[in-house]
């Protein structure tokens, strides 16, 4: 059981998470990953989907950074069959999908839903947080997120040099600090909402 892996509830052996992320970056696509893993086009999908953040950590070692058309013309890691973002004015209290605090009532959010692998999802967002995840997908060229992955690009990028940081009058809370959206653009400019 040494040998064997669990991540997100699967497990997966070393070997066979190594020959799917070499796969995967060689720039195959999921129906040729399926025939040579030997899996359904589901399992294939699941794979890909529960073992992406080792197959992005792979990439970045290697210096590989894909931008999201050129990697979703050859590799399909996001399995998105359709999306919509609205921006609008919440009529009720709702909690923000990255940093987790409450979007209040009259305030403005993004609305991101859709369907991913066969499931519906509703994420609401700040503006600000929503404009953080757009900035840090095209910085890194990623085409999905993790709420600590962008926490770790802003610490790189803003906090190290924020006086706060290092007198600890920092509240941790980086997603909704103004000196992270001023200086990374991410403002929460109210444009095209609708009400």
Avoid at 126 to 151: P, R
Wanted: net charge neutral; glycine share 6%.
């Amino acid at each position: 059981m040494a040998d064997n892996v669990i991540r997100r509830g699967k497990a997966f052996s070393q070997s066979r998470i190594r020959e799917l992320r070499e796969l995967v970056m060689d720039g195959f696509s999921n129906n040729e990953i399926m025939r040579a893993m030997g899996m359904t086009a589901t399992a294939t999908a699941k794979a890909i989907h529960n073992h992406a953040r080792d197959i992005r950590r792979a990439r970045r070692e290697n210096g590989c950074t894909l931008s999201c058309r050129a990697s979703s013309e050859r590799t399909v890691l996001v399995m998105i069959e359709f999306s919509t973002t609205k921006k609008m004015k919440s009529r009720k209290q709702r909690k923000c999908s990255l940093c987790r605090e409450t979007i209040e009532v009259g305030e403005r959010y993004a609305r991101y839903s859709g369907k991913y692998e066969g499931d519906f999802f509703d994420e609401k967002y700040h503006i600000g947080c929503y404009n953080l995840i757009g900035e840090y997908c095209l910085s890194t060229g990623e085409n999905e997120y993790d709420d600590w992955c962008v926490m770790d690009w802003i610490a790189d990028r803003v906090c190290s040099d924020c006086p706060k940081h290092h007198d600890d009058t920092c509240t941790g809370k980086v997603f909704r600090c103004s000196m992270v959206l001023d200086i990374l653009n991410c403002s929460e400019v109210n444009d095209n909402a609708t009400d």
